[in-house]
């Protein structure tokens, strides 16, 4: 048999050599995330919300149809109705959006925290700091790999960052090659909000709310959030579709590069004992 019908017997019986998708791969080093499911229960919670958001725009809509139909009390009834469905709507969007926040914030910081976890425990050992990097002078391997932290060179102190963090011990073992572009300012957009909304709920001071307005154009943040306004000051914050649209294709993104890491690299684990068999005297 020629070999290239070989070739051709072992494709057709699906057999032969099996090489897992990038995706898969991430496994290696997130063994103890379900990230696939956490994924279809927050996109499942997201088009209930969406679907809840369009009940509340059809109702507004029908009656505003109503009430420009109508007069006297009739209308009146109608006009209270209409302003007391948009005012819910607002906190309704914002709760809508604080939901969505909560749900993708905590897995971000999760998978990051457990993606440097794994790649310590798999690639470089956990009593080990890789040399070469400013962040390589922290005293203790548990601190190094806490992404929660990022070591400031210049006074030579750990400070509690995320995002920095992050990004500090992508580039310390190597990850940063592998990571989607723009996912540095999605990471400062998302726990920028984060920051606020969970500690300023939907309704900020308005200080807060004119400086985070500043900042959204100033990092060109515009397609990312909205506003509620009262006048010409905004008091609550959104997300939007297109932001959290983003966040949630970036998730995929981010796995596809946590796969090719893994591939990239030798596991420390991977030692094969080799039995010296003494020889017959």
């Not at 019986?13 to 897992?20: A, C, K, Q, R, V």
């Not at 960052?161 to 190597?174: D, N, R, T, W, Y």
């Not at 500043?214 to 939007?240: C, L």
Request: with cysteine; net charge negative; aromatic share 12%.
């Amino acid at each position: 048999m020629s070999q290239e019908m070989y070739d051709i017997i072992l494709q057709d019986s699906g057999l032969g050599h099996f090489e897992m998708s990038d995706r898969d791969s991430a496994c290696g080093i997130l063994p103890d995330l379900d990230y696939e499911a956490q994924l279809i229960a927050i996109s499942a919670l997201l088009r209930r919300n969406d679907q809840a958001d369009a009940e509340t725009e059809r109702q507004i809509k029908e009656v505003d149809e109503y009430g420009r139909k109508t007069s006297g009390w009739r209308n009146q009834r109608a006009v209270d109705e209409w302003v007391d469905l948009l005012h819910g709507s607002t906190y309704q969007g914002a709760a809508h959006s604080m939901a969505a926040l909560g749900m993708l914030a905590p897995f971000y910081e999760s998978m990051f925290f457990q993606a440097f976890q794994g790649i310590r425990e798999e690639y470089f050992g956990m009593d080990v700091i890789p040399p070469g990097h400013a962040r390589s002078r922290m005293a203790k391997a548990d601190d190094f790999w806490d992404c929660h932290l990022f070591f400031n060179a210049n006074n030579g102190k750990k400070e509690k960052k995320l995002v920095p963090g992050i990004e500090q011990l992508a580039e310390a073992v190597g990850l940063t090659a592998h990571l989607p572009s723009g996912f540095h300012n999605m990471l400062e957009a998302l726990f920028s909000y984060r920051n606020k909304m969970f500690h300023g709920g939907f309704e900020w001071p308005l200080k807060e709310c004119a400086n985070f307005t500043k900042r959204i154009k100033d990092e060109n943040w515009q397609a990312w959030f909205s506003f509620a306004s009262h006048g010409d000051d905004p008091f609550i914050v959104y997300m939007t579709e297109v932001f959290i649209n983003h966040c949630l294709n970036l998730v995929h993104e981010l796995l596809n590069a946590f796969g090719a890491y893994c591939k990239a690299h030798v596991s420390v684990n991977n030692v094969i004992a080799i039995e010296i068999i003494p020889p017959i005297k």
